[in-house]
């Protein structure tokens, strides 16, 4: 059967003065079509490092990732990214940002299907009326939603959120988690979204990835999230399965994240007989 | 009083009168202060300096001399008047008299006045500047984006960019003559040669501040260039270029005053017609006035690049995205109320 996303093995190793620095080891994981998951772990445990070599912004240095059983090594049109920052050009208007990543879709159109796309994607996470607008006009909340818009609009099959609610205070962080639950249940894309939110994780996600802390990172744990859809946040914070769920998370970061570890020669040797 | 106190009671500051100074007061009215004591100073000092020219001019010698400019300049525009409507009666006379008889227009072959001479050096160093601009923009890009590059680069401009324009001058003035020949030039040879010498001289702030400009794009919105897949061209167009553009405009800032200030010296060697050759001319011209019309020309120097800066310093602040908020007034209202 081939798997729409895995990580097989995924390793990265980056080189420093005193030694080469494994941070993320032997990670491996298969990713459902469709599929909302969540990767939760200690902040700086190497996360985000998973999902910028799944963007194809790094290369891993062992294993990899396989889309549809090819490898893929570079950015891909099936892939979009939204960043912890809203990273929009600040010299574009937000609906010239969005426009700027219609045009890039897999399949060529026309200049006004891709504006139709732009204004599609832009009502869709509700930021059309600010559409003319400059990012340094709009707050944070605002620009992080119209960085959104831009990703759909690329039209990708992966959408990939590295912390995109983290800068956010957190009603706005409230408001948009909805917000990408919405646009998630209406187009079907199958999300991978790093975090280190235990209730964002649990709110979202059908499958929450926890990472062990790094040097050497890796999958330690993987929860269901067993709450029915569509959620609603009332709904899921009186389920009696959440706080199950949320003390087993709490638990594994506490306890189990941090693991004594052999030397960084030990992983080295060990990821190499991985491959 | 011990030498001490005295030093202390010397060093003590002036703040309180100062700060009881109305801004608009210390704005204006200082600089105006240090102005009249400038040029009292130098009323007093010059005439105690004797040259073979005579006594060093004294402010009111400068200002006679810059009314005796605008004089010659309107009373050269005035004969060039002339000239033209002496040419139209006797055109329309032999006209009335002959009507298939041949017409002759000729142009005015007046000395060129102090104004024609700034507009002369104007368009010298727009031209050069203009062409340094067109080489150290692309060269700047390419710098700031590949490391490789710019490791190649650099030696040149750490090399090039402290040579005075003078050395430049010789090497210059014998390519212009060796490769630009023509029997009808469109540009006379010191023209092309003070302009070249201009490029060469204000090319590095450009290439520099560009370079630094465009490798000190964030890291993010490179990012996004590269998950959007965005190709070169749009990448350079959409974001580098934008990005950069603060920094480009500070380079040319710099270029254009470095330009402005070797231009006076390019002119004087190369003998262009300009402010660089007035002064040369004047200085061995000799007369009585030549040292006055010399400090005019000095001051009009000083207040043209002045006033090229900060027409400069406008479009810099025009081009800055960082400063497009703030030209907004309503900009912070529209902040809290844009999450809406």
Same mark, same amino acid.
């Given at each position: 059967?081939?798997?729409?996303?895995?990580?097989?093995?995924?390793?990265?190793?980056?080189?420093?003065?005193?030694?080469?620095?494994?941070?993320?080891?032997?990670?491996?994981?298969?990713?459902?079509?469709?599929?909302?998951?969540?990767?939760?772990?200690?902040?700086?445990?190497?996360?985000?490092?998973?999902?910028?070599?799944?963007?194809?912004?790094?290369?891993?240095?062992?294993?990899?990732?396989?889309?549809?059983?090819?490898?893929?090594?570079?950015?891909?049109?099936?892939?979009?990214?939204?960043?912890?920052?809203?990273?929009?050009?600040? /010299?574009?208007?937000?609906?010239?940002?969005?426009?700027?990543?219609?045009?890039?879709?897999?399949?060529?159109?026309?200049?006004?299907?891709?504006?139709?796309?732009?204004?599609?994607?832009?009502?869709?996470?509700?930021?059309?009326?600010?559409?003319?607008?400059?990012?340094?006009?709009?707050?944070?909340?605002?620009?992080?939603?119209?960085?959104?818009?831009?990703?759909?609009?690329?039209?990708?099959?992966?959408?990939?959120?590295?912390?995109?609610?983290?800068?956010?205070?957190?009603?706005?962080?409230?408001?948009?988690?909805?917000?990408?639950? @919405?646009? /998630?249940?209406?187009?079907?894309?199958?999300?991978?979204?790093?975090?280190?939110?235990?209730?964002?994780?649990?709110?979202?996600?059908?499958?929450?990835?926890?990472?062990?802390?790094?040097?050497?990172?890796?999958?330690?744990?993987?929860?269901?999230?067993?709450?029915?859809?569509?959620?609603?946040?009332?709904?899921?914070?009186?389920?009696?399965?959440?706080?199950?769920?949320? @003390?087993?998370?709490?638990?594994?970061?506490?306890?189990?994240?941090?693991?004594? @570890?052999?030397?960084?020669?030990?992983?080295?040797?060990?990821?190499?007989?991985?491959? | 009083?011990?030498?001490?106190?005295?030093?202390?009671?010397?060093?003590?500051?002036?703040?309180?009168?100062?700060?009881?100074?109305?801004?608009?007061?210390?704005?204006?009215?200082?600089?105006?202060?240090?102005?009249?004591?400038?040029?009292?100073?130098?009323?007093?000092?010059?005439?105690?300096?004797?040259?073979?020219?005579?006594?060093?001019?004294?402010?009111?010698?400068?200002?006679?001399? *810059?009314?005796?400019?605008?004089?010659?300049?309107?009373?050269?525009?005035?004969?060039?008047?002339?000239?033209?409507?002496?040419?139209?009666?006797?055109?329309?006379?032999?006209?009335?008299?002959?009507? *298939?008889?041949?017409?002759?227009?000729?142009?005015?072959? %007046?000395?060129?006045?102090?104004?024609?001479?700034?507009?002369?050096?104007?368009?010298?160093?727009? *031209?050069?500047?203009?062409?340094?601009?067109?080489?150290?923009?692309?060269?700047?890009?390419?710098?700031?984006?590949?490391?490789?590059?710019?490791? %190649?680069?650099?030696?040149?401009?750490?090399?090039?960019?402290?040579?005075?324009?003078?050395?430049?001058?010789?090497?210059?003035?014998?390519?212009?003559?060796?490769?630009?020949?023509?029997?009808?030039?469109?540009?006379?040879?010191?023209?092309?040669?003070?302009?070249?010498?201009?490029?060469?001289?204000?090319?590095?702030?450009?290439?520099?501040? *560009?370079?630094?400009?465009?490798?000190?794009?964030?890291?993010?919105?490179?990012?996004?260039?590269?998950?959007?897949?965005?190709?070169?061209?749009?990448?350079?167009?959409?974001?580098?270029?934008?990005?950069?553009?603060?920094?480009?405009?500070?380079?040319?800032?710099?270029?254009?005053?470095?330009?402005?200030?070797?231009?006076?010296?390019?002119?004087?060697?190369?003998?262009?017609?300009?402010?660089?050759?007035?002064?040369?001319?004047?200085?061995?011209?000799?007369?009585?006035?030549?040292?006055?019309?010399?400090?005019?020309?000095?001051?009009?120097?000083?207040?043209?690049?002045?006033?090229?800066?900060?027409?400069?310093?406008?479009?810099?602040?025009?081009?800055?995205?960082?400063?497009?908020?703030?030209?907004?007034?309503?900009?912070?209202?529209?902040?809290?109320?844009?999450?809406?």
């Amino acid at each position: 059967m081939i798997v729409p996303l895995e990580l097989t093995c995924l390793t990265k190793v980056f080189p420093t003065p005193s030694g080469p620095f494994i941070a993320v080891k032997d990670v491996n994981a298969m990713i459902d079509a469709g599929e909302f998951v969540a990767v939760l772990g200690h902040s700086g445990c190497g996360k985000s490092t998973v999902l910028s070599i799944i963007a194809g912004l790094q290369r891993a240095t062992y294993g990899g990732v396989v889309i549809d059983g090819t490898e893929a090594t570079e950015p891909g049109a099936e892939r979009a990214v939204v960043f912890q920052s809203p990273c929009l050009l600040p /010299w574009l208007t937000a609906r010239q940002n969005v426009l700027l990543a219609a045009a890039q879709r897999a399949t060529r159109h026309s200049r006004r299907e891709n504006a139709a796309t732009a204004d599609r994607y832009l009502e869709m996470v509700g930021v059309a009326d600010i559409a003319q607008q400059l990012p340094a006009e709009l707050s944070l909340g605002t620009q992080q939603c119209v960085s959104l818009a831009r990703a759909l609009s690329v039209e990708p099959r992966f959408l990939l959120l590295d912390e995109p609610f983290s800068m956010l205070d957190s009603l706005t962080r409230f408001e948009l988690q909805d917000t990408l639950l @919405r646009v /998630w249940e209406e187009s079907g894309k199958t999300v991978v979204m790093v975090t280190h939110d235990i209730d964002e994780g649990l709110y979202l996600a059908d499958r929450l990835i926890l990472m062990t802390d790094g040097p050497g990172a890796t999958v330690g744990d993987v929860l269901q999230v067993p709450f029915a859809r569509p959620r609603n946040r009332a709904a899921v914070l009186a389920h009696p399965q959440y706080h199950v769920c949320r @003390r087993h998370v709490i638990d594994f970061l506490e306890h189990h994240a941090h693991q004594s @570890r052999p030397s960084a020669l030990d992983d080295l040797l060990e990821s190499l007989s991985c491959g | 009083m011990s030498s001490l106190a005295l030093m202390r009671r010397l060093w003590r500051p002036q703040a309180p009168t100062v700060r009881h100074l109305p801004e608009l007061g210390r704005a204006v009215g200082i600089p105006l202060l240090t102005i009249l004591v400038f040029l009292f100073a130098w009323s007093q000092v010059a005439p105690s300096i004797d040259t073979s020219l005579g006594q060093i001019p004294g402010p009111m010698a400068v200002w006679q001399q *810059t009314q005796n400019l605008w004089a010659e300049h309107q009373a050269e525009r005035g004969r060039a008047a002339a000239f033209y409507a002496r040419e139209a009666q006797r055109n329309a006379e032999r006209l009335a008299q002959d009507p *298939t008889a041949a017409i002759t227009t000729l142009t005015y072959t %007046g000395r060129p006045t102090y104004v024609d001479q700034i507009v002369m050096s104007l368009m010298t160093l727009f *031209t050069g500047f203009v062409l340094a601009s067109l080489v150290a923009i692309p060269l700047g890009i390419v710098c700031g984006l590949s490391t490789t590059v710019n490791a %190649g680069i650099n030696p040149f401009i750490q090399i090039f960019r402290p040579v005075s324009p003078l050395a430049w001058l010789p090497i210059v003035t014998m390519m212009v003559s060796a490769t630009y020949v023509s029997d009808d030039p469109m540009f006379a040879k010191s023209f092309i040669t003070s302009a070249i010498i201009v490029s060469i001289c204000s090319l590095w702030p450009t290439v520099i501040n *560009t370079a630094m400009g465009v490798s000190s794009i964030d890291r993010d919105l490179m990012n996004v260039a590269k998950v959007l897949r965005l190709n070169w061209t749009t990448t350079l167009i959409k974001v580098v270029i934008p990005a950069s553009l603060p920094q480009i405009f500070t380079g040319l800032r710099v270029s254009l005053g470095v330009g402005w200030m070797v231009l006076i010296a390019a002119e004087m060697l190369a003998q262009h017609p300009g402010l660089g050759k007035f002064v040369w001319d004047e200085f061995q011209n000799g007369s009585s006035d030549s040292l006055g019309r010399i400090m005019v020309a000095v001051f009009t120097a000083g207040i043209i690049g002045f006033l090229l800066d900060r027409m400069m310093m406008r479009v810099h602040r025009l081009v800055d995205y960082r400063a497009a908020c703030g030209r907004q007034s309503d900009c912070r209202l529209r902040l809290q109320s844009g999450r809406s």
